[in-house]
């Protein structure tokens, strides 16, 4: 009987607690609501229970319905705070420090999850110098759902920006959101929804996805639970028994190669930038590869904090000073920036140890980045020579298994749909790269996109578009190019689709990081964008616009919109290409005529077509108005010519 007792007992006071008023994750201490537009407050209580929110002393008051979802409207609030809301039904909530200013939903792929952790070597003095309670910002938590929109996000909350929030915070939206304050004085809250390696349909609902057939199937694969939960534990069994025979044949680990005593005196050497190392004759090569080298540390210094910079790495690696680990990264893409724990260096000589792991068979240490010891007055190279020897070969790393974020709709249905009640002023998109391949349906496909927002967040919801980065090795003219193919679109969706607008980084991007550092210009641009089109400020919010072009003769000559086309003067206008009939581009010469440009080649009697920055990384191309704004990539065609992508 007393069992019976207890499981009643238990099922009575879990019923009361489900009873309790709740709210969602997205709203907690420190909240910012849209200012000038109905605010919605939502959560759950009982079927029935009547709820009340109490703000500024005014009440109102709701049913939750038989679902037990309730909500409640506030009027229109104008911008400020803070303020305290009470929500009371069985119990009571308060919700303290809110405020009411312009929220901006900012989504899209690592480049818009890039943290201000990444880029303090370029900003850090201005973040540690920078707290402002008027600026609040959440971080959406990774998850996804192939079933249906969920009614909550993961657990997150909002936080104030200060020097030791900022860290955390999405570097692009931190610039932003500081440029709109400081041009506006209005209160701005970022929600950052966004994950690392998203193509644009993982965002997308299954109802907006309805042309996309092949999609859609791509997601009802994935309805099935227990196919995702047997591909995720089957997916990561390759790769982890890829590291356990690695880690248990490792000589380097076994030889203790880290230590300052180790005898390296057979060992090979070699310049660190070179990647000579890793070529293992002529094939690719895959495994540990250990690096020694010795570095003199002035006396006094060994006890002053310090950063070691060790560039970018390709694969993963672990770095040791005096034969202690201060740090490790899985993957190739991040700044190695570690901070060497006091005590772990000695004044005199002092040990380096890296031991590289390659997955992918090319390995090395990416040029032009830093590699060095960092005192806030001294700096030690860490370039040139270093002793190096081979830990293990292996095969090539298998797979990771299907990444199921990835995949139609889940992050939709997980990661923006439960966003829907909370308004939101405009939205900020940084995707582009998982796309590239695909630039044939992403104009399609964002336009789904765009649509699909909307009709959760209004008709006329502003979408900022920051168009990919100048990327890989330069050339200022490719026949092929699956980035400028996606540049392309994404201008002409911003030109086309309305209320939406594009910041252009031809020029902010870094040749050998898929993640410039320079975030703070693409803040800035974007900011430029919104305070034109959203707050009607008289400025110059972009770079030369295409508009059009004509023949005349042997030249090709191009107008751009209005308010765009005073152009800069140049000494040499570079990164026009035309081609004729035979549909191959070639490098052209191109001369400011006003408002315009005009394009020619020596050998094409009869241009068919132009392009303007038609390159991965196309360095050089220079067309910019006297606002120092770069003019967006673009191709055009005046006669049908096959073959021209």
């Known amino acids: 009987m007393k069992h019976f007792t207890t499981f009643f007992a238990l099922i009575f006071w879990s019923l009361c607690a489900f009873a309790q008023v709740r709210l969602p994750h997205l709203v907690s201490n420190n909240l910012i609501l849209q200012r000038d537009a109905p605010a919605v407050l939502w959560g ?19 049913v939750a319905d038989s679902g037990g979802n309730w909500h409640i409207q506030l009027p229109p609030q104008k911008a400020g705070g803070p303020h305290s809301i009470t929500i009371r ?7 303290d420090n809110i405020l009411f200013g312009d929220v901006w939903l900012c989504s899209g792929q690592s480049n818009m ?10 900003f850090g003095d201005e973040v540690r110098a920078y707290a402002n309670p008027n600026i609040r910002y959440v971080k959406i938590p990774l998850t996804y759902n192939f079933h249906a929109p969920q009614p909550d996000v993961a657990p997150c909350s909002w936080v104030e920006v200060t020097p030791e929030t900022a860290p955390d915070f999405s570097a692009v939206a931190y610039f932003f959101a500081r440029e709109m304050y400081e041009k506006t004085g209005v209160p701005v809250g970022i929600i950052n929804s966004s994950v690392g390696g998203s193509p644009a349909e993982a965002w997308v609902s299954a109802e907006a996805l309805q042309p996309f057939p092949a999609m859609l199937n791509d997601m009802r694969l994935c309805q099935s639970d227990e196919f995702v939960a047997d591909m995720q534990r089957l997916g990561a069994l390759p790769g982890r028994r890829w590291h356990e025979v690695l880690n248990g044949q490792d000589s380097g680990l076994r030889g203790q190669w880290a230590e300052p005593g180790y005898d390296d005196r057979a060992w090979k050497t070699t310049d660190l930038l070179s990647n000579s190392w890793g070529k293992n004759g002529f094939r690719p090569a895959n495994g540990a590869y250990w690096f020694r080298r010795e570095v003199e540390i002035p006396a006094g210094y060994e006890a002053q904090p310090a950063t070691l910079y060790m560039g970018c790495i390709v694969n993963a690696d672990e770095v040791f000073v005096n034969g202690k680990s201060i740090g490790t990264t899985g993957y190739q893409y991040p700044p190695r920036i570690y901070p060497i724990p006091a005590g772990a260096l000695k004044a005199g000589k002092n040990l380096i140890a890296v031991r590289l792991i390659s997955s992918g068979g090319f390995p090395e240490f990416v040029p032009d980045k830093p590699y060095k010891i960092a005192f806030a007055d001294r700096e030690v190279n860490l370039t040139g020579e270093w002793k190096y020897n081979t830990g293990a070969l292996m095969p090539p790393a298998p797979g990771g298994g299907i990444t199921f974020q990835y995949k139609p709709a889940g992050l939709y249905n997980a990661m923006i749909a439960p966003l829907k ?40 919801l502003p979408f900022f578009i920051i168009q990919l980065h100048n990327f890989m ?13 996606l540049r392309d679109v994404q201008r002409r969706l911003a030109q086309t689709v309305p209320h939406t607008a594009l910041a252009v980084t031809i020029d902010l991007g870094e040749w050998n990081d898929i993640h410039p550092l320079n975030k703070k210009d693409v803040g800035k641009r974007l900011a430029l964008q919104a305070l034109k089109t959203v707050y009607g400020k008289n400025i110059v919010s972009e770079g030369p616009v295409y508009k059009s072009c004509e023949r005349q003769g042997r030249k090709i000559i191009i107008s751009f919109e209005d308010n765009t086309n005073d152009l800069a003067p140049t000494d040499e206008l570079k990164g026009f290409a035309v081609a004729g009939a035979d549909g191959v581009f070639r490098l052209a010469k191109a001369t400011i005529e006003g408002s315009r440009v005009a394009v020619w080649h020596d050998e094409v009697a009869n241009p068919v077509a132009v392009r303007y920055a038609w390159a991965n990384n196309p360095d050089g191309a220079n067309l910019r108005n006297r606002s120092g704004l770069p003019a967006s990539p673009f191709q055009e065609k005046l006669d049908a010519v096959g073959g021209i992508e």
């Open 44 to 62: 759950w209580a009982a079927p029935g229970e009547p709820v009340s929110l109490t703000l500024r002393k005014n009440a109102y008051k709701t």
């Open 89 to 95: 039904a069985s119990n009571t909530i308060t919700l």
């Open 113 to 122: 999850e890039t943290p201000i952790s990444r880029v303090m070597t370029l």
């Open 421 to 460: 009640s909370h308004a939101v002023k405009g939205a900020l998109w940084y995707q582009g790269e998982s796309n590239t391949g695909r630039a044939d349906e992403y104009y399609d496909l964002m336009s789904a996109l765009i649509g699909d927002w909307r009709s959760v967040w209004g008709k006329d």
């Open 473 to 485: 090795e330069p050339a200022l003219l490719q026949q092929h190019s699956g980035w400028a193919a």
